[in-house]
């Protein structure tokens, strides 16, 4: 009895591994996304700890730690440490504004990995769908051959009980 041979075989092998890479991809997406937002979290978590100490530095900018009078040049230097933290602070929110177009461009790639996934597997789908269609048509004629032969095989069989019986 001959086996079913799919003639397009090798199509669909090569579809199965554009789909399997596809989900390695959409994975890959999706781990980037994650680390992005670790990222931004820490970024944030930095924004908020300068945010902090600059409100603090603001709180304490006329206080003295010895009860004494402030000099000027202890002012001047809490004053252009201050602005170098206004200046970090800055730098920290344009950081975490930054990360957030990150996000936004992994999130795009997600959503362009997920899109190919779905158009491998639609390809996938339909090559199986037709192998399976083939497959079903070939043992139904593989059937039908054999009911064919097993009928020739009673028929000769009848035929030569006939011959036997008549001579």
Known sequence: MLSFRYR?????????EAKNQAQAEVGKALRAVDEANRTLEELRNKE?????????LR???FASESGQRLLAADLQGRTAYL?????EVEDAGAEVFGQRIVIEECEDAVRETRRLL???????????KHKSKLEER???EQ???????MDEAATAAFLRRQRSDAG
């Open 118 to 128: 779905a158009e491998a597997s639609r390809g996938v789908e339909v090559l199986e």
């Open 48 to 56: 908020q700890a300068l945010n902090d100490k600059k409100t603090q």
């Open 8 to 16: 397009l075989q090798t199509l669909l092998d090569q579809k199965i």
């Open 138 to 140: 070939f043992r139904k």
């Open 83 to 87: 602005r170098r933290l206004d200046a």
């Open 143 to 149: 059937e039908r051959q054999e009911a064919l032969q």
């Open 59 to 61: 709180n304490s900018l």
